[in-house]
């Protein structure tokens, strides 16, 4: 689970989201299943499955993920 926040309220009711991954030597964005509902300052993604290509880094290497989020009425 992630929560997104933002110090103003988010725009809109719902969001979608989309998650910084690897296909082969190229980086792309993979968007996520489903809209995530806006509560307030912030939004919750729940991840049950991982889109193809993603991968969690070590955590001795501390690799940020990357998430883009589109709110919407």
Same mark, same amino acid.
């Given at each position: 689970?992630?929560?997104i926040t933002d110090?103003?309220?988010l725009?809109?009711?719902m969001c979608s989201a989309a998650?910084?991954?690897h296909k082969g030597a190229k980086? #792309?964005?993979n968007p996520l299943p489903n809209g995530y509902p806006v509560k307030g300052k912030s939004v919750t993604i729940s991840l049950f499955t991982a889109p193809?290509?993603?991968e969690l880094p070590p955590?001795? #290497?501390q690799t940020p993920v990357?998430?883009?989020v589109n709110c919407y009425k």
């Open positions: 689970q992630y929560v110090k103003k309220n725009p809109g009711k998650i910084l991954a980086v #792309t964005w193809n290509g993603f955590k001795s #290497t990357y998430f883009a």
